[in-house]
């Protein structure tokens, strides 16, 4: 038995570091990256547009199709619920209040974070890996170029930018196809719950959501990189880490959620 | 021999990886414009020598010093600055698959000089032409075959002219007239642009072809080190096996082997690899 207990604790200890290590590794790579992005050009190795706007492409144009049919039906489903939910009271007048709010600081930010873990994190950490198990990683290093500057910086730069880009986008996607509803099941006009989100709505919420999205932007990046970074044992490697950069994205970015939302609201 | 005139000075070198002392007190060194054969069986060490020449790796003790500059001492600035100066054909390309042919030979050009596209695009497809690749720039990595892709790697580490290059397992998996074709590469590479290099091999009918000198790792120590004929002539036994192709009789061991049979491992760390970034 205490030997059992021993090696319980041997493993515990074991993940413990393991966990407090990969968490370095991720800060420090986070800080090379920023740094890479502001002192490049003085180092002779400057950030380029070209992969930026390439990874822009990538992670937010080519997402936008499915972001707006997510978008639509979340607003379609909280205005379904909304209206379910308040008939109890009678007061289905008042939907307009929990879909606007809900949607600009919870659901856009959520669901977009969520979309681009699932395509653009994973894919990020399956390039890296591979490249890593290529020993192209390898060969950046020896050529002089940094693989930060090279790999990293561009998808942190396009994410940033895209993801607040993106989430609004959402906002309003949702808010229409919440509009839609409302206005068909409650026979009152678009333009009449279109004044009515004009007066619930604040910039603040808007940038509530914003704000959330840079962060889940960078968490993304981050976790997607470190994932890659850390693949060995081939391609089953690299399919375990591709599944492990998306669980522990979306995770992150739930969890980030909750702590920003109770560090703001409050 | 004066330092100036060594590419290549390895003074020590120590490594080791968890308890497993992997090099043991490895000293070198490649004049300029000598091809420097480093051979030895699989585990020998080779592999991770020429990452810690790469500077991938970091010794435990002892100095690798690069074209006259210690490469774990230097500012990064200067790394950078001498990394331009040195080209690498990793053994299994390690060419972007993202990326053309073309793009990939002038990704170190883009990089680190003013150039314009046009004489980029010269200078590529000069390089293509010198590993006998004219006209492929235009293919991705993964529609060449393995040769070609070890002369993509060759023209993509000598973009630059580096002063020293080196070469890991060209010949690995290839067959034999691919393989001399890439040994007549090397040895044409050196006659025309005087560059050193080092090439790691196991293969030794290249090894005695393209070789100066050469240098043989056996266990993580420098069993020999000589030209091409001290080698053949060497009556170190373990050398006459390697070179007469004999397996080795294994040590008897008695505790060792029961160490084994009961499953109780010794230095169970993998091989040490490059850095994560």
Known sequence: ?266 | MTAAANSVEVRNLQTYYGHRHILRNVSLEVRQGEIFVIMGGSGSGKTTLLNHLLGLLTPSSGSIRLLGRDINAIDPVDKQDLRTKMGVAFQSGALFSSMSVGDNIALPLREHTNLDETTIGIVTRLKLEVVALAGFEHLMPAELSGGMIKRAALARAIVMDPKLLFCDEPSAGLDPVVAASIDDLILRLRDAMGMSIVVVTHDLDSAFKIADRICVLDKGEVLALGSVDEIRASPNERIQNLLNRRTEEAEVDPDAYLRRLMGIKEGEEDEPQGKPL
Request: aromatic share 6%.
């Open chain 1, 1 to 266: 038995m205490p030997s059992r207990l021993h090696a319980l604790l041997d493993r515990l200890g074991h993940a413990t570091i393991r966990a407090v290590e990969e968490f370095g590794f991720a800060a420090s790579l986070f800080g090379e990256a920023l740094w890479w992005l502001a002192m490049g050009r003085a180092r002779r190795q400057p950030v380029r547009m070209a992969p930026i706007l390439a990874q822009a492409m990538e992670i937010g144009i080519a997402a936008l199709p499915i972001i707006t049919v997510l978008a639509g039906t979340i607003g379609l489903m909280l205005a379904i619920q909304g209206i379910y939910t308040l008939r109890t009271f009678g007061a289905e007048s008042r939907v307009t209040l929990g879909i606007a709010l809900s949607t600009v600081r919870e659901f856009s930010p959520l669901i977009t974070g969520i979309l681009v873990a699932g395509r653009s994190g994973s894919a990020l950490a399956a390039r890296l890996g591979t490249m890593r198990i290529n020993q192209e990683v390898d060969a950046l290093t020896v050529m002089g170029i940094s693989p930060v500057r090279f790999l990293v910086v561009p998808p942190l730069v396009a994410m940033a930018v895209m993801m607040p880009l993106m989430t609004l986008w959402a906002d309003l996607v949702s808010l229409f196809a919440a509009g839609l509803y409302v206005s068909a099941q409650l026979q009152t006009s678009l333009a009449a719950y279109g004044d009515e989100l004009l007066t619930i709505l604040r910039l603040n919420d808007f940038m509530h959501g914003l704000a959330k999205s840079s962060i889940f932007a960078a968490l993304i990046t981050i976790v997607g990189v470190v994932n890659g970074a850390s693949v060995s044992g081939g391609a089953e490697g690299v399919g375990r880490m591709t599944t492990r950069s998306v669980v522990h994205a979306i995770s992150a970015i739930i969890i980030t959620d909750m702590v920003f939302a109770f560090m703001v609201t409050r």
